[in-house]
């Protein structure tokens, strides 16, 4: 459960920018505390009060990029990254008349400018990783139970970021 997370949270926080121009968006991602997995684990919600002061973040991030280090490859993949992840949940969350929250669809996009501004392929790693992590603790703990999606999601994203050979642990 929490002590889980809280592992979680420390690889997260371990992170380590490779460059200059990606830092404020892997604060955004570091941003996305303990306190967000363990509402989303207790009361399947991953509040707006925590979800938009990071999601400005992110997209500040992907801003002060352009506008500092004529970062507009950077830009442009992060918002590919949030296209590709929020829109992949989006379409799951109609296909399965909400079965996926919208808290879970603004997390992927959260997570898919911020991933996606370091690789393309942290996005998706990111995105596939997270959704294999929930598969598999579906099968293994909670059968039929309402599933919480979002710390899945920050699982993929630490580990997508880890796959890209962006992270240090």
Do not use: C
């Not at 992110?58 to 507009?72: D, E, I, N, P, R």
């Not at 008349?97 to 996005?123: E, N, Q």
């Not at 929930?134 to 599933?147: Q, S, T, Y």
């Not at 699982?155 to 992270?167: D, H, K, N, P, V």
Request: hydrophobic fraction near 55%.
């Amino acid at each position: 459960g929490l002590n889980r997370l809280r592992r979680i949270r420390a690889q997260i926080e371990a992170t380590e920018s490779r460059g200059k121009d990606n830092a404020e968006l892997v604060e955004a991602v570091k941003a996305l505390k303990d306190e967000l997995a363990a509402i989303d684990l207790d009361v399947m919600r991953l509040p707006n009060r925590i979800l938009v002061p990071v999601a400005v973040a992110a997209f500040g991030g992907l801003a002060s990029t352009v506008l500092t280090q004529s970062g507009w490859t950077t830009a442009l993949r992060g918002l590919l990254g949030g296209l590709i992840a929020g829109g992949t949940l989006a379409v799951l969350s109609l296909i399965t008349h909400g079965g996926i929250g919208f808290g879970d669809v603004k997390l992927a996009v959260i997570l898919g400018v911020s991933t996606g501004a370091i690789t393309i392929a942290a996005a998706v790693w990111s995105l596939l990783l997270g959704s294999i992590s929930a598969l598999a603790w579906i099968k293994v703990e909670h059968r039929g139970d309402p599933l919480p999606y979002g710390p899945w999601l920050l699982i993929g994203a630490w580990a997508g970021l880890l796959l890209s050979g962006f992270a240090v642990v």
